[in-house]
């Protein structure tokens, strides 16, 4: 019996080519047993007519789903179910009727509840979003990208795609960390000494559950990056922090119980602070008389269009106590999800072994093509061409925050892609960033930065890597006319 057509349509909110989706729009119906052996599918044409495609896109899909055995071909006769299609499965899938575990019982250890993303969802569809960390679509090598990933999907890679890394990582993006980016921070390191990661995050959680228990002390930032926080609570550590001023961490602040101190001294998250060469000496001093170590967040040095950045803390420790986290996400893109931490051999070891244990390794495919991408010198033109854009972006940023009277509480000496902004007092930046929400501006309120248990509700982040220059002015307008808003009705 012949399929009806009216058993084929496509979904307008899926992803992937039209090609994938009719595939797996068949492929679906074939594993479920709606679809039998020896049934005969719609031909080429009424198919294509039906879902409003064109044929030789059904034909494409036709023959990949006959390659892998899931239709057969009879001639002129078209297309039908294979004999040697996948059997469906011979149980009825269920859902249970009802839940009856309590689950606050069996849960013994709780994740919810920490921070969440200042972003709302639907954020970039909006005229003027003011969000740090977010790629530029418009920017984005998406051409070479592609070329890369296709070149890591080639036979001479096979292996760096199938391989399983968990007791190593890709040799050539191993390599271009050793020998290119490490360098450009003052840091040597041999391949020993460097272990990739899931993105910044990743790494800063393997330091926490290699370096912390719960008899020792971390020292954080205050405000911080609200991640990090769940991060040591998870880990069940004791937590200290220091409040930062417009110079950054303070080194003669330090509590004397010290075990761990996690800092981001060329770019503070949030505040955009750049620590001075004579912190950072005193910092690794104190760290010396403590006995401590420091996990180095050096997530957005790339970044420096206005002065070369600071050296790393890395580069200036003598003592081999600096651990130091790096990330391609930041500067590629989020979703990437690719890290690394460098430190002293024993440290990398019981790290490598951690996550091992939790995730494995990265995705060597993932690996494979960010290795091509940065080795073949398209990482640096794409370095270059941000720089440029998010320069202007920045100067146009500026000149509309001085236009509209806003106040800037912390912004980065060298670039960066962002300014950390304060209001009155009385002003609570999450009802301004929901007022803003409906008139199409989004910011993210600066609350959940903070480390403390009575977080400051005036401050908040202003970014520019996803918003065009030329949405900056009118953007910047209707945040000050918000805040006037609120000004007025305090009164």
């Known amino acids: 019996m012949p399929i009806p057509i009216q058993n084929f349509f496509l979904d307008p909110d899926d992803q992937g080519t039209l090609q994938a989706q ?16 020896g049934e005969k599918l719609p031909s080429t044409r009424k198919m294509a007519q039906h879902l409003g495609v064109s044929r030789i896109t059904v034909t494409l899909a036709y023959t990949e789903l006959l390659a892998n055995d899931y239709l057969d071909s009879k001639g002129r006769s078209g297309y039908f179910v294979s004999e040697n299609a996948p059997e469906p499965p ?123 228990t719960q008899r020792r002390t971390a020292t954080i930032e205050n405000p ?35 075990n761990v101190i996690f800092t981001t001294p060329s770019h503070h998250c949030p505040t955009a602070a750049t620590l001075p060469l004579s912190r950072r000496k005193a910092l690794l001093q104190k760290a010396r008389e403590l006995d401590a170590l420091i996990v180095e967040d050096d997530y957005e040095f790339e970044m420096s269009f206005l002065a070369p950045p600071s050296p790393s803390l890395k580069s200036l420790d003598t003592d081999g106590r600096v651990i130091y986290v790096g990330s391609f996400s930041k500067s590629l893109f989020p979703g990437l999800r690719l890290g690394y931490l460098v430190g002293s051999q024993p440290f990398i070891r019981e790290a490598r072994a951690l996550r091992a244990n939790v995730l494995r390794h990265p995705p060597g495919h993932i690996q494979r093509t960010a290795a091509y991408f940065l080795g073949l010198g398209h990482y640096d033109s794409l370095i270059k061409r941000l720089s440029k854009t998010y320069q202007n972006r920045r100067e146009t940023l500026e000149n509309a925050i001085e236009q509209y009277g806003l106040t800037i509480a912390g912004r980065a000496a060298f670039g960066g892609t962002s300014f950390w902004m304060k209001v009155a007092q009385h002003v609570d930046t999450r009802v301004l960033a929901h007022n803003l929400l409906e008139r199409g501006v989004v910011i993210e309120p600066g609350d959940t930065f903070f480390a403390t248990h009575q977080p400051k509700s005036n401050f908040f982040r202003l970014a520019y890597s996803s918003i065009p220059a030329s949405k900056i002015e009118m953007g910047v307008k209707l945040i000050a006319e918000e805040i006037a808003k609120l000004d007025l009705n305090r009164t």
């Open 22 to 37: 009719i595939q797996e729009l068949i492929a679906q119906g074939i594993l479920s047993g709606r679809f039998q052996k």
């Open 90 to 212: 011979q149980f009825e899938a269920q859902k249970p009727k009802e839940d009856l575990i309590d689950w606050n019982r069996a849960i013994g250890q709780k994740f919810s509840g920490g921070f969440l993303e200042n972003r709302p969802s639907g954020w970039s569809g909006q005229p003027y979003p003011f969000i740090y960390g977010q790629t530029d679509a418009t920017l984005f090598d998406h051409a070479n990208w592609r070329l890369c990933a296709i070149k890591a999907l080639g036979a001479r890679d096979f292996s760096a795609l199938t391989a399983d890394y968990y007791d190593q990582d890709d040799p050539q993006l191993v390599e271009f960390i050793a020998r290119h980016s490490l360098p450009r921070r003052g840091i040597i390191a041999d391949k020993t000494e460097i272990l990739v990661t899931m993105g910044a995050q990743n790494a800063l959680w393997l330091a926490a559950q290699v370096l912390l």
């Open 224 to 258: 911080c990056y609200p991640p990090l926080l769940d991060i040591l609570q998870q880990s069940r550590c004791h937590v200290e922090t220091v409040d930062v001023d417009a110079q950054g961490l303070d080194p003669s602040l330090l509590p004397t119980d010290t």
